[in-house]
């Protein structure tokens, strides 16, 4: 037998997308218990809830996925030529305890932390979970911010402004009727981009119209031009509101680009374009809060709508990233380009 030897080597340090444990875009983790003012400038909370869900589940998984499937590459922005960690100190708050069939403690769990979060950090990201959630989400946001100051847009395929679904009342197809009908958005505070298909009825379109909220089809958005629809709903927006949620219902992106969700509607959205509108609107409007909703890991191929999902979440980060270095005079690294238009770098919060 040959004479043994002490191995000797010296460790390399590093990490991996596919290694260590995952967070969101891999920032550390903070419980959204642990908040305080100045602890962070963004804190991402996960919310995975899909009892009310009307057709396919499994969105309930939809935090976890965006944790630990989605690639990140990096974070330096290549358009805008900004690294969204120079800028911005991200945390991770992990997710709120939603047990199963108990909408009624998930949906006071969500509003609880979401005010939470919302009143400790500057910038706050809801990962669902289906659509119910931004309900007491975007409630939260509204009580921080201004009840009746907020302005939301609302990216989907379908309106979600129902008075209940199979009977129930906060199905993840009526959050936004209860959203105006509590009055935390008052009129000419609420935009919808991307509605198709079959669904819902006139009426539902007849009580959006009443308390002053305006959509924008589909069929508009190919017609006109995104930059168009964005320039009509962001000068709304910077007139009437002092703060913005925006909510990113999955389902807005085509099908192609978005098969891991629960109500899929042919005739969709490119992913180009909603990175697109989501950039301008981090860009050009008081964004306060920002929800990703409705992405169901059990249906997605080979996480495209996982992907698709995180970098809206990226894409909205690097915005942020990029007021605030405009706003210390700061230039774009290559390849990069200044934005063509920057307002609104923050917001009144309400009292």
């Given amino acids: 037998m040959g004479e043994h030897h002490a191995f000797e080597g010296e460790y390399v340090d590093g990490m991996t997308p596919y290694a260590g444990i995952p967070t969101f875009g891999g920032f550390p983790h903070i419980p959204w218990q642990d908040l305080s003012p100045d602890t962070a400038d963004v804190a991402i909370l996960g919310v995975p809830y899909d009892n009310s869900a009307a057709n396919r589940p499994g969105c309930r998984f939809g935090p976890r996925a965006m944790r630990s499937q989605a690639f990140t590459s990096g974070y330096h922005h290549l358009p805008l030529g900004v690294d969204i960690t120079e800028w911005l100190s991200v945390v991770d708050a992990g997710d709120v305890h939603c047990p199963h069939g108990l909408t009624d403690i998930s949906h006071t769990n969500a509003r609880l932390a979401a005010r939470r979060v919302t009143d400790a950090v500057p910038f706050s990201v809801f990962l669902g979970g289906d659509h119910s959630i931004t309900w007491p989400t975007a409630a939260a946001v509204a009580e921080t911010h201004g009840w009746g100051e907020i302005g939301l847009i609302h990216f989907d395929a379908h309106a979600d402004a129902a008075t209940h679904l199979d009977g129930n009342l906060a199905s993840h197809a009526t959050p936004m009727r209860h959203l105006l009908e509590s009055g935390a958005l008052k009129e000419g505070h609420f935009e919808q981009i991307g509605l198709r298909g079959y669904w819902p ?67 969709g959205m490119s992913p180009i ?12 409007t008081p964004l306060v809060a920002l929800d990703v909703m409705e992405v169901s890991p059990p249906f997605d191929h080979a996480d495209v709508t996982v992907n698709n999902a995180h970098r809206v979440v990226f894409e909205t980060l690097a915005a942020l990233a990029y007021k605030k270095r405009h706003l210390a005079g700061g230039a774009p690294h290559q390849p990069g380009r200044s934005a063509p238009m920057v307002r609104h770098p923050g917001a009144r919060r309400g009292t």
């Fill in 201 to 267: 009825p006139p009426e539902d379109f007849e009580f959006v119209a009443s308390q002053g909220g305006r959509w924008h089809l589909m069929e508009h958005v190919r017609e006109s031009g995104i930059d168009a629809v964005l320039d009509s709903v962001i000068n709304r927006m910077v007139d009437n509101c002092s703060a913005v949620y925006l909510s990113v219902d999955i389902d807005v992106l085509d099908p192609s680009h978005a098969p891991g969700t629960g109500t899929p509607e042919p005739g």
């Fill in 273 to 284: 374009d909603l990175l697109h509108a989501v950039r301008r609107i981090a860009l050009e």
